[in-house]
């Protein structure tokens, strides 16, 4: 029971109460896309595809989702996993899940993204109702840390375990369907700063 537990998160309707470090606190709360915010922080800004495909849907998704297990385990989705580079940095883990009820009429691009922004196709679509944000503090243990850092590694990059991670998530609607997307700050955010345009 222990080791399910730190495998959940606990999420939260106000950042404050995941007393994050001021520079990581910056981009948590920040509202419209953020593809728009970290390009204007880049001079390059890339979508980096881990994968897409079917996947369990982890236990603290569920019910965020509306997928009542009532004790048992959840059931699978469809999953999309990448990594947000500014400069060839990553700086963002984004997990995204849509329940496998959906169908093409609900999310007709999720399946053909590719390497475009998920973020510029949902702020883009009329029909896309945003929910709230949530902000969680991710323990080494919680899934999407262990993914977070497995990825970097693979990039020569590494965090240590016991460094928390803190993530912010939002639910989509679209039509019948739903779309929870995930977003793990990495440290490497904090040191991006604003392009400054060359007046001259």
């Not at 204007?40 to 997928?67: K, M, N, S, T, Y």
């Not at 896309?128 to 323990?139: D, K, P, T, W």
């Not at 590694?153 to 998530?169: K, M, N």
């Amino acid at each position: 029971m222990r080791e399910r537990s730190l495998r959940r998160a606990n999420w939260y309707r106000h950042v404050l109460a995941v007393n994050a470090p001021p520079a990581l606190a910056r981009w948590l709360a920040s509202g419209g896309s953020l593809t728009a915010r970290l390009s204007a922080h880049a001079g390059a800004f890339r979508v980096q595809v881990l994968h897409q495909h079917a996947a369990p849907c982890l236990a603290d998704e569920a019910a965020a989702l509306g997928l009542h297990t009532m004790g048992k385990r959840p059931g699978r989705c469809w999953e999309r996993e990448v990594l947000l580079r500014c400069d060839n940095t990553p700086v963002v883990f984004a997990h995204t899940v849509v329940p496998m009820s959906a169908d093409a009429s609900d999310w007709p691009l999720f399946s053909a993204l590719g390497e475009r922004s998920l973020g510029t196709t949902l702020f883009g679509d009329p029909m896309v109702a945003r929910g709230e944000l949530e902000y969680a503090r991710l323990r080494g243990s919680h899934p999407l840390a262990r993914r977070a850092r497995a990825a970097l590694a693979a990039q020569g990059c590494a965090i240590p375990e016991e460094r928390l991670l803190y993530a912010r998530r939002c639910l989509y609607r679209r039509r019948q369907g739903t779309l929870l997307v995930t977003e793990v700050f990495l440290p490497q955010v904090a040191a991006l700063v604003p392009k400054t345009s060359n007046t001259r």
